[in-house]
């Protein structure tokens, strides 16, 4: 685990500036340890090396793409892997995607200049987006394929079950089957159906997040990511559930609930479908300074309750687009950095 220090952000021939400064393509090398080594082109002569092993999963790099959109099916996954991110999250999937209704449109933008004008750049995306709603068998035969072709490549699943420890038991087993690497569940979706006890509602009671990371834990033989959502008073406090319940890493932040505005006109907040709107997950560039200190929270705890532990991992999520913005995350203590496919261009961008 990267500890916090001024020396450390600030110090000179920090390798991770230097890899931003110089903006170089990785290098294949073998990794000395666990974590985060990259070594300065400045005093090697050659590119920067940045791979990675986190919780014993070898990345050719630390960006990762994030469950959302650029995992949402096997061609942009497939993409992902060709244009050589270190490992990809597929879109969070369920036992029963029939009860998944996402509606159009369920996006909203916020835009800098008076009054949110429409030539102003977009810094903050609101979505009202559930989990996956292709049916489950069609997601897993597209995780065997994609490990069938990529085997050396990191695919980790995205899951998320009801209040029910045989449904999450069962879904944990047909996804370990496809052979995929890793699992992060998603305990942090603010609008996640809440009223079925998940995303968020899991997320936000560390009682109830206790017994269910108990549960997947006692069943899944790969590592375990729990999501954390930032809409909590203290997000360290479920991130050291997770870790305490067998979780081998914490991913954090997921979006932060909003709601994007109010038209004027027809006086209906947005994103608004046929009348009717809900509050939703904010992300995007103007989230990037709350995620980096939700994350530098973690980071501390975690150095804190956990000392120099190598086998717990932190990734880091909430407005990266740049190299600038993924070396700020690694600065303050993650060991990996999640991009969401969400930029401030307009438009959503895949990987």
């Known amino acids: 685990m990267a500890s916090l220090s001024l020396t450390q952000i600030g110090g000179g021939g920090n390798p991770v500036a230097e890899f931003v400064r110089t903006r170089s393509r990785p290098i294949l090398a073998r990794p000395s340890r666990a974590g985060l080594?990259?070594?300065?082109?400045?005093?090697?002569?050659r590119e920067p090396d940045l791979r990675v092993t986190v919780n014993g999963l070898h990345m050719p790099n630390p960006f990762v793409i994030g469950s959302g959109p650029p995992g949402t099916n096997y061609t942009v996954m497939k993409r992902a892997f060709d244009e050589g991110w270190g490992a990809v999250i597929?879109?969070?999937?369920?036992?029963?995607a029939a009860k998944v209704i996402n509606v159009t449109p369920r996006y909203a933008r916020l835009r800098t200049g008076a009054n949110g004008s429409a030539k102003g750049q977009i810094i903050g995306w609101e979505n009202i987006e559930l989990i996956s709603d292709r049916?489950?068998?069609?997601?897993?035969?597209?995780?065997?394929?994609?490990?069938?072709?990529?085997?050396?490549?990191?695919?980790?699943?995205?899951?998320?079950?009801?209040?029910?420890?045989?449904?999450?038991?069962?879904?944990?087993?047909?996804?370990?089957?496809?052979?995929?690497?890793?699992?992060?569940?998603?305990?942090?979706?603010?609008?996640?159906?809440?009223?079925?006890?998940?995303?968020?509602?899991?997320?936000?009671?560390?009682?109830?997040?206790?017994?269910?990371?108990?549960?997947i834990n006692a069943k899944a033989t790969v590592p375990v990511w729990a999501k954390m959502t930032p809409n909590i008073t203290d997000i360290t406090q479920p991130a050291k559930v997770a870790l305490n319940s067998g979780c081998e890493g914490v991913a954090a932040i997921n979006t932060?609930?909003?709601?994007?505005?109010?038209?004027?006109?027809?006086?209906?907040?947005?994103?608004?479908?046929e009348g009717y709107s809900t509050?939703?997950?904010?992300?995007?560039?103007?989230?990037?300074?709350?995620?980096?200190?939700?994350?530098?929270?973690?980071?501390?705890?975690?150095?804190?309750?956990?000392?120099?532990?190598?086998?717990?991992?932190?990734?880091?999520?909430?407005?990266?687009?740049?190299?600038?913005?993924?070396?700020?995350?690694?600065?303050?203590?993650?060991?990996?950095?999640?991009?969401?496919?969400m930029r401030t261009q307009d438009g959503m961008e895949s990987p």
């Open 37 to 45: 080594r990259v070594v300065a082109a400045a005093e090697t002569g």
């Open 90 to 96: 597929a879109k969070t999937v369920s036992l029963d």
């Open 135 to 215: 049916p489950l068998e069609t997601m897993l035969k597209e995780f065997r394929q994609l490990k069938e072709e990529y085997p050396d490549r990191i695919l980790i699943a995205s899951i998320m079950e009801e209040y029910d420890k045989a449904a999450w038991e069962e879904l944990i087993d047909r996804v370990e089957q496809t052979g995929i690497d890793a699992i992060e569940v998603n305990f942090s979706c603010p609008h996640g159906m809440p009223e079925r006890k998940m995303g968020a509602a899991v997320g936000q009671d560390c009682a109830l997040l206790e017994e269910v990371c108990g549960w």
């Open 256 to 273: 932060i609930m909003s709601v994007m505005g109010i038209n004027l006109e027809s006086l209906r907040p947005e994103p608004c479908v």
């Open 279 to 341: 509050p939703g997950g904010y992300s995007s560039k103007a989230v990037h300074p709350i995620a980096l200190g939700k994350v530098m929270n973690i980071a501390k705890m975690m150095k804190s309750e956990f000392g120099d532990r190598t086998d717990l991992s932190l990734s880091g999520i909430g407005g990266v687009e740049t190299g600038g913005d993924a070396a700020e995350f690694i600065l303050v203590g993650a060991n990996t950095v999640q991009y969401e496919g």
